[in-house]
Nanobody
Framework: QVQLVESGGGLVQPGGSLSLSCQAS????????MNWYRQAPGKQRTWVTS???????DYVDSVKGRFTISKDNAKNTVYLRMNSLKPEDTAVYYC???????????????WGQGTQVTVSS
């Protein structure tokens, strides 16, 4: 198991930048994948970006070139750097840990409480 706590959300103008952090309660070095999701008002939660235990990253097309996911295994923290923010990036951003459960031979999902990001002038 793992507990996740996001921080760093807030209000930013279009074109601005914001950095989010996700602090985990245990080592993340062996966690299969750490992800960021977001949920806009009235919409479903959607995947934004991932970083694997080996450091491989992937992004949804709409944020490629603007967002960067990274992690610091020593600090058990995952980061999301968001540049050139647009109003459509407004959402609650959630940190997610995907951990393989050997007992049940499945991946278990763990979620943070979310942090609000609002992009508006």
């Amino acid at each position: 198991q793992v507990q996740l706590v996001e921080s760093g959300g807030g209000l930013v103008q279009p074109g601005g930048s914001l950095s989010l952090s996700c602090q985990a309660s245990r080592s993340i070095s062996s966690i299969n994948a750490m992800n960021w999701y977001r949920q806009a008002p009235g919409k479903q939660r959607t995947w934004v970006t991932s970083i694997t235990s080996g450091g491989n990253t992937d992004y949804v097309d709409s944020v490629k070139g603007r967002f960067t996911i990274s992690k610091d295994n020593a600090k058990n923290t995952v980061y999301l750097r968001m540049n050139s923010l647009k109003p459509e990036d407004t959402a609650v951003y959630y940190c997610n840990a995907m951990i393989y459960n050997l007992g049940y031979l499945r991946y278990d999902d763990y979620w943070g409480q979310g942090t609000q990001v609002t992009v508006s002038s």
